[in-house]
């Protein structure tokens, strides 16, 4: 927001990742209402958020019940870096070439882990990994002993104050578990 130095009211709109869903959609509900009551009084609003609009954001829920709220509104959406393009731009590692394909998951439950496929020829984005980590970490050692080849990287609050990567299974078992991270799986 600094960056772009907008004209008019900025407003933080907080939305919870609480595990409760009700209370989650409740508050996407009570912000999305905020966005409507302004654009009711014809003010033009913009949304931002960090990474892509339109991939596992917040900000499909709220064009959902905007859209059904007001069909005729024209909404522009401009699109923007995901955070797992972000880890492989700062770590320097191709996300995908040639014919290996690109695996994307946005969150796992710990009794999924030991099920979870690491393709060859692919990379697989394991995303918002605060909850499982442990299990990630000793679901994937079983696939380094496999794959002695396959590397690991780990990425947390990229492009943010305080982003830290790290390429080994020890180190990413150091770094406490954090809601901004993810791990890169290239096999």
């Given at each position: ?51 892509d609009a339109m991939t596992y954001s917040t900000f ?107 390429y080994s299974l020890e180190e990413i078992e150091s ?13």
């Amino acid at each position: 927001m600094e960056y772009v130095q907008p004209k008019g009211k900025v407003e933080l709109l907080t939305f919870s990742m609480a595990k409760n869903r009700e209370e989650r959609e409740q508050q996407v509900l009570d912000n999305a209402n905020k966005i409507l009551a302004e654009l009711e009084q014809g003010k033009n609003v913009a949304f931002a958020t960090l990474g892509d609009a339109m991939t596992y954001s917040t900000f499909g829920y709220i064009y959902a019940i905007i859209k059904e709220k007001q069909p005729q509104l024209e909404i522009e959406i401009i699109p923007g870096v995901n955070s797992f393009t972000t880890l492989a731009a700062i770590s320097k590692t191709i996300l995908a070439e040639n014919r290996e394909s690109l695996h994307v998951i946005p969150s796992f439950k710990e009794e999924d882990v030991e099920h979870a496929v690491f393709p060859e020829n692919s990379t697989t984005i394991l995303l918002k990994t605060y909850r499982s980590r442990k299990a990630l970490v000793s679901r994937l050692k079983k696939e380094k002993e496999q794959y002695p080849n396959i590397q690991i990287i780990y990425g947390e609050h990229l492009g943010l104050e305080g982003q830290k990567l790290a390429y080994s299974l020890e180190e990413i078992e150091s770094i406490p578990e954090t809601y901004l991270s993810m791990i890169m799986v290239k096999k």
